[in-house]
Structures are given as structure tokens and as C-alpha cells.
């Protein structure tokens, strides 16, 4: 189904649940990551790159190079997330700082140039959508030279997490959201409900990750160590929440997602009370003409014919399956178990 060395590209506000999708991918033995960019959103910029910097040189993955980019959303202020993933965003486990280093040049316009350097990559954004809008206003063409962009984010027709109506990513920087669901870039949406109740590890999922005994398998679970306790506050869910890893499940293997469809999706970015809500036209009403100027007044129409594909139901035992054999393979060097890379520029 698709070529044995796929490409991803990773957008990531590096905390704890991004760290463990990073791994996912730079252990998986058919995909090769072209770059991670770095935007603020759960963990401010600074602590974000360094973040994504541990988790590369923990998977052997010096050669993948990481761009820093938008400190901020685009219009909003910044609003962090450290209360539910630790002050370091890693359950305050106060690692050393890593050796590696970001590369020069502001990660929106690493995105360009990765995405026109590799027509058909995987786009894979984990994080609020600052740095994707910024590299579409760069370059409206990369929406179309992507394969497909896995969104972790959003919570089509239910209950969010930051308010009622809205998922942290999305409710961050909603102007950056809409405009990337505006773009005519194939996104997939991965929606926070997606990620919750069943899909948290439970306890016996964490005692078979920690029985894999390797070094990432103990990371992915230390990291994880605050985000567990807020996930108690936040939900009343007993487990390790873990929305990232479950949306590069569905990146790594699309037939995690069980059921989706494809629909027009606004984001709210007008009222305090919804603010970042993921509308979602489940009826088509906006192909009625007697709905139009309804919608119109909602500012969809300036969406031409975007559409993304909502993911509503994911195979549970499939996504933790993936996550277990990721952590399973030893922290050696390359971005993968089998291929090694020259260093790139
Ligand atoms: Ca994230």
C-alpha cells in the first residue's frame, strides 16, 4: 500500500505524550523522519525544542534534524499546559540537557522546504497549528504536495478538554487551525474523545511497557508520571492519557482509524464561549442553497470545497499493540531499527 520508506515531517509542542509519538515514528522500521519542528503550546518554545532534542538523541536519531519555530500563536496569547504535564513537560524527571542542537532558520520555513524537497510526505502536527498556517502563508502550494496531514486535535461533536467546547490544540490557536482546515491540505482529524477511556493505558498496559525493560519503554512511562495524576483531575480517568501517540497510530497505520468520513470543518474564532470549537457539517448543510447564507454568516464560505476526514472510532488493541512494539525495540542508533541515514544539512 504505500512505499517501504515513507516520509513524515512532525509538528510537536514537545510534552510528555508527544515525546512518546516522536518515538513511534523514529522507531518505526518503514518510516523515515525528515524533520521536527517545534512550536509553543503545552510547554513554551524553549522547553518544547529541548524536549523534542532528549527524545531524538534518547532514540539514537542525531541525524533528524529539528527547527524551532512561533513562540506564540498567531494572534492569541500564549497559554500553557504545565500544570497537567509537569513543569518540564516531563513529569519533572529533570533530565540533562541534550547535546543535540536545533538548526538555524524558523521551523515554517523548514516545513517548506521539507515538504517541497519530499512531494507526498506525511505531514504529522501535534501541537497547536502556528507554525503549519505560518508556512502556508510562506507557501499555499505545500497544501497540496503533502499526502495527507494527521492532526491531533479538535473534538468533533463533543465535549473538549480546555472548555466545553474545545481540545487544548485546536482552542490554542484557533486562527492557525482554520486556516489550515481552510487550506485544501488532506487532513485527517484526530480528535481528543478518540484518546480517552479505553485508549488511556491502564494499569496493565503500563506494567506490560515497563516489563519490555527498555530504556524508551521506562521513558514513555516516567514522562508520563504527571500527566497520569492530571488525567485524574481533568477527567476522573485512572491511566496515562496519551493523545499524541494515538494520533501517529493513525498516522503510522491507517487502518487504526475504524471508522471516518469526510466533512467540512469550521473552527470558532469568534466567541469567547466556544473559542477553538471544531464545527463539524456532519449533514452537508452547506450544500443546501437554503442553507448557504446561514453558513456564510458562520464565515465558512470562504472555505471553498475543503474538506477533512474526521476519524470517529479507532481499534484500541491495535493503537497500544503499535505503541508496544515501538518501546520494545532497543534505543540503538539510526532513525530506524534497520536503515542508517547520512547527515543531513
Ligand atoms: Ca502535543
Same mark, same amino acid.
Given at each position: 500500500?504505500?512505499?517501504?520508506?515513507?516520509?513524515f515531517?512532525?509538528?510537536?509542542?514537545?510534552? =510528555?505524550?508527544?515525546?512518546?509519538?516522536?518515538?513511534?515514528?523514529?522507531?518505526?522500521?518503514?518510516?523515515?523522519?525528515?524533520?521536527?519542528?517545534?512550536v509553543?503550546?503545552?510547554?513554551?518554545?524553549?522547553?518544547? @525544542?529541548?524536549?523534542?532534542?532528549?527524545?531524538?538523541?534518547l532514540?539514537?536519531?542525531?541525524?533528524?534534524?529539528?527547527?524551532?519555530?512561533?513562540?506564540? /500563536?498567531?494572534?492569541?496569547?500564549?497559554?500553557?499546559?504545565?500544570?497537567?504535564?509537569?513543569?518540564?513537560?516531563?513529569?519533572?524527571?529533570?533530565?540533562?540537557?541534550?547535546?543535540?542542537?536545533?538548526r538555524?532558520?524558523?521551523?515554517?520555513?523548514?516545513?517548506?522546504?521539507?515538504?517541497?524537497?519530499?512531494?507526498?510526505?506525511e505531514l504529522?502536527?501535534?501541537?497547536?497549528?502556528?507554525?503549519v498556517?505560518?508556512?502556508?502563508?510562506?507557501?499555499?502550494?505545500?497544501?497540496?504536495?503533502v499526502?495527507?496531514?494527521?492532526?491531533?486535535?479538535?473534538?468533533?461533536?463533543?465535549?473538549?478538554?480546555?472548555?466545553?467546547?474545545?481540545?487544548?490544540?485546536i482552542?490554542?490557536?484557533?486562527e492557525?487551525a482554520?486556516?489550515v482546515?481552510?487550506?485544501?491540505?488532506?487532513?485527517?482529524?484526530?480528535g481528543?474523545q478518540?484518546?480517552?477511556?479505553?485508549?488511556n493505558?491502564?494499569?496493565?498496559?503500563?506494567?506490560r511497557?515497563?516489563?519490555?525493560d527498555?530504556?524508551?519503554?521506562?521513558?514513555?512511562?516516567?514522562?508520563?508520571r @504527571?500527566a497520569m495524576? =492530571?488525567?485524574?483531575?481533568q477527567?476522573g480517568?485512572?491511566?496515562?492519557?496519551?493523545p499524541? /501517540?494515538?494520533a501517529?497510530a493513525?498516522?503510522?497505520?491507517?487502518?487504526?482509524?475504524?471508522?471516518?468520513?469526510?466533512?467540512?470543518?469550521e473552527?470558532?474564532?469568534?466567541?469567547?464561549l466556544?473559542?477553538?470549537?471544531t464545527?463539524?457539517?456532519?449533514?452537508?448543510?452547506?450544500?443546501?442553497?437554503r442553507?448557504? %447564507?446561514?453558513?456564510?454568516?458562520?464565515?465558512?464560505?470562504?472555505?471553498?470545497?475543503? %474538506?477533512?476526514?474526521?476519524?470517529? @472510532?479507532?481499534?484500541?488493541?491495535?493503537?497500544?499493540?503499535?505503541?508496544?512494539?515501538?518501546?520494545? =525495540? /532497543?534505543?540503538?542508533?539510526?532513525?530506524? @531499527?534497520?536503515?542508517r541515514?547520512?547527515?543531513r544539512?
Amino acid at each position: 500500500m504505500y512505499h517501504p520508506m515513507r516520509r513524515f515531517l512532525i509538528d510537536t509542542d514537545t510534552a =510528555s505524550d508527544d515525546a512518546v509519538a516522536l518515538v513511534m515514528a523514529l522507531r518505526h522500521p518503514a518510516v523515515r523522519v525528515e524533520a521536527v519542528t517545534v512550536v509553543s503550546g503545552n510547554v513554551p518554545l524553549r522547553r518544547a @525544542t529541548e524536549n523534542a532534542l532528549v527524545t531524538l538523541e534518547l532514540c539514537g536519531a542525531a541525524d533528524v534534524p529539528v527547527f524551532a519555530g512561533a513562540d506564540r /500563536p498567531l494572534v492569541r496569547e500564549p497559554a500553557h499546559a504545565q500544570w497537567f504535564h509537569g513543569d518540564d513537560g516531563f513529569g519533572n524527571q529533570n533530565y540533562p540537557p541534550a547535546k543535540l542542537r536545533p538548526r538555524p532558520g524558523h521551523a515554517s520555513e523548514a516545513i517548506v522546504r521539507t515538504i517541497r524537497a519530499n512531494p507526498g510526505v506525511e505531514l504529522v502536527t501535534l501541537g497547536p497549528l502556528t507554525n503549519v498556517a505560518l508556512a502556508l502563508a510562506l507557501d499555499p502550494s505545500i497544501a497540496g504536495r503533502v499526502s495527507r496531514c494527521v492532526v491531533m486535535g479538535g473534538n468533533p461533536c463533543c465535549e473538549g478538554n480546555v472548555t466545553p467546547a474545545a481540545e487544548y490544540n485546536i482552542w490554542c490557536d484557533p486562527e492557525a487551525a482554520r486556516a489550515v482546515l481552510r487550506s485544501g491540505m488532506n487532513v485527517e482529524l484526530v480528535g481528543w474523545q478518540l484518546c480517552r477511556g479505553d485508549a488511556n493505558l491502564d494499569e496493565s498496559d503500563i506494567a506490560r511497557v515497563r516489563q519490555l525493560d527498555t530504556k524508551l519503554a521506562h521513558f514513555a512511562i516516567d514522562i508520563n508520571r @504527571t500527566a497520569m495524576q =492530571s488525567n485524574v483531575t481533568q477527567c476522573g480517568e485512572v491511566g496515562i492519557p496519551l493523545p499524541d /501517540p494515538v494520533a501517529m497510530a493513525v498516522a503510522l497505520d491507517p487502518s487504526v482509524a475504524l471508522q471516518s468520513s469526510r466533512h467540512r470543518v469550521e473552527v470558532e474564532c469568534a466567541s469567547e464561549l466556544t473559542r477553538g470549537m471544531t464545527v463539524v457539517d456532519r449533514l452537508n448543510v452547506c450544500a443546501d442553497d437554503r442553507n448557504r %447564507t446561514v453558513w456564510t454568516a458562520a464565515g465558512a464560505a470562504a472555505a471553498g470545497d475543503a %474538506t477533512v476526514n474526521v476519524v470517529w @472510532t479507532i481499534d484500541v488493541p491495535q493503537w497500544k499493540a503499535l505503541l508496544l512494539r515501538a518501546l520494545g =525495540s /532497543p534505543a540503538g542508533p539510526g532513525n530506524s @531499527t534497520s536503515v542508517r541515514y547520512a547527515p543531513r544539512g
